[in-house]
């Protein structure tokens, strides 16, 4: 069975601060893929990052990067010089490589920029 | 970017009246569809996975009957929620996959979401 955890429920931070959000998955499977979602209060999802588990390079794209460590299943994600547009809900999600190629997704964070 | 749009956004019903949600892929074709629910402040749960033109594969606790879900075009995905009552409220979420260059694609996109409010 595929796991996510995403411990932190909510996370208040000032503007233009450094924030990190945890998502540790487990799967018994040996490839899979590893996403982010951003969901803004109008609700719909936006992909952030697909990551590939046999890729275990830190990727970055502007102020979002991401940290994936094999050795201890976490798929952490950062924000830099945070913005009041970065308030959302942040979800991590699971998904097998082979398979019906269902999502799993953790219990997401709540992120709020205090401006 | 692939859009998935959803019809309606919002919809109030009686208790125990039907509403039809319809989830299409408007640029590309969606062999698979997926649907998810979210109640506030929660996770997405995955509800069912439609294939166009086969039955849809529903999970673990779902009811097949009160969610009829209809994939009969490779842009079309409908659900129907049957003889719905307060407590099916929620954020339904369809995504849709398409067939990448390679036969496969891993992005699954997502619609705007439908808020179902049952009184």
Not at chain 2, 37 to 42: G, I, S
């Amino acid at each position: 069975a595929q796991k996510v955890t995403q411990a932190q429920t909510e996370i208040s931070v000032v503007e233009k601060e450094d924030v990190t959000l945890d998502c540790v998955y487990e799967t018994r499977d040996t490839t899979y893929y590893l996403f982010w979602y951003k969901q803004p209060p109008s609700g719909e999802l936006v992909f952030l990052i697909r990551r590939n588990s046999f890729d275990e390079q830190n990727e970055i794209s502007g102020r979002y990067s991401w940290n994936f460590q094999k050795s201890t299943s976490s798929f952490n994600f950062t924000i830099t010089a945070s913005q009041v547009v970065d308030s959302a809900v942040y979800f991590c999600a699971l998904m097998a490589f082979f398979g019906n190629e269902k999502l799993t997704f953790g219990t997401g964070t709540r992120l709020t920029i205090i401006p | 970017g692939a859009v998935v749009s959803q019809h309606p956004s919002r919809v109030i019903c009686k208790s125990g009246t039907s509403v039809k949600i319809e989830c299409r892929s408007l640029d590309f074709q969606a062999t698979t569809m997926f649907w998810y629910r979210q109640f506030p402040k929660q996770s997405l749960m995955l509800m069912a996975t439609s294939n166009e033109g086969s039955k849809a594969t529903y999970e673990q606790g779902v009811e097949k009957d009160k969610f009829l879900i209809n994939h009969a075009s490779l842009t079309l995905s409908t659900l129907t929620v049957t003889s719905a009552h307060p407590e099916d409220s929620s954020f339904y979420i369809c995504s849709a996959r398409g067939e990448g260059i390679s036969g496969r694609s891993y992005e699954q996109y997502f619609g705007p979401g439908t808020r179902l409010t049952v009184t």
